[in-house]
């Protein structure tokens, strides 16, 4: 998506341990127009399948995955972490490591907010090695969900992330994919741009 990638080249700052930092309009600061735009793509994208819940993880996502999920007119669920493994048995729970804090912690949705006969559409800021996604994959799987496909702003293409989730079978659609980025330089090379 063109007007991303250009705001990403105007404000992304790449940081140390291949982390593109876009607090300006993103992760911190969140420029709702753009994201009005990036829901009306998402729409588009996803626009053959049906869907009728957005899921995400909080916190980056929670921004984002809401205008989306107004453009889709469907309510949004958000994984929320928990420290405490919760026993209750009201609850999915499963894990994820932290690209950005890597620690490990839980994840867990109500089963009030998801289940049998749900199509849902996972919805992030990041997808560098997966392991966001795969959580909120494992818990549609649990409740018996139907996992309609999941949708990322940026995907770092150069992480491990992309191909896993693709050859798991899981429609991918990212809206702008990074193919390289170079600290020293602050060159950013976006998949579909290369020379
Ligand atoms: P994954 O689980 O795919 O390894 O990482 C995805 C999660 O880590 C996203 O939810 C996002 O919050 C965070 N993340 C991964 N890479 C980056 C990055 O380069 N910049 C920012 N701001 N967050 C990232």
């Keep these: 998506m063109q007007m991303l990638k250009e705001r990403i080249r105007k404000d992304g700052k790449i940081m140390a ?3 593109l930092k876009v607090d300006s ?3 911190h600061q969140m420029d709702t127009d753009l994201f009005l735009e990036l829901g009306k793509e998402f729409r588009r994208r996803f626009a053959d399948v049906e869907i009728n819940k957005i899921l995400t993880i909080e916190a980056s996502g929670i921004g984002i995955a809401c205008v989306v ?19 209750a048995g009201d609850v999915y729970t499963s894990t994820v490591e932290s690209y950005t804090h890597g620690r490990v912690y839980d994840i867990i949705v109500s089963r009030e907010f998801l289940g049998k006969g749900d199509k849902v559409l996972l919805i992030d800021d990041f997808l560098a090695n997966g392991k966001a996604l795969e959580g909120l994959a494992a818990l549609v799987e649990e409740s018996g969900a139907e996992l309609a ?15 896993l989730i693709r050859s798991r079978g899981i429609r991918l659609e990212s809206l702008a994919i990074v193919e390289s980025m170079d600290e020293k330089t602050g060159t950013i090379v976006f998949r579909g741009d290369e020379a």
């Design 17 to 19: 341990g291949n982390v």
């Design 25 to 27: 309009f993103l992760n």
């Design 69 to 87: 999920a107004q453009s889709f007119h469907v309510p949004v669920v958000f994984a929320k972490k928990t420290k405490t493994k919760n026993i």
């Design 149 to 163: 496909g999941a949708g990322i702003v940026i995907e770092k293409g150069f992480q491990v992330g992309g191909n």
